[in-house]
């Protein structure tokens, strides 16, 4: 299942922890304080393929 996600996602990988730790904190930062209500999604693009 997870090569066959990793191969239908437009960045041709999957995620790691890392990744969704580094959205985590960006979301934490201040660096966020003017975002609201958004759907994040870190996923590789495989969203948008509409599976």
């Known amino acids: 299942m ?3 996600h ?4 437009p ?3 999957n995620i ?4 969704v730790g580094g959205a985590a ?3 934490a930062s ?4 003017a975002i609201t ?7 590789c693009g495989y969203n948008i393929m509409g599976f």
């Open 16 to 19: 790691d922890q890392s990744e």
């Open 2 to 4: 997870m090569r066959s």
């Open 30 to 33: 201040d660096l966020s304080s």
């Open 37 to 43: 209500g958004e759907i994040m999604y870190v996923d």
């Open 6 to 9: 990793a191969n239908r996602a």
């Open 25 to 27: 904190l960006f979301l």
């Open 11 to 13: 960045l041709g990988r």
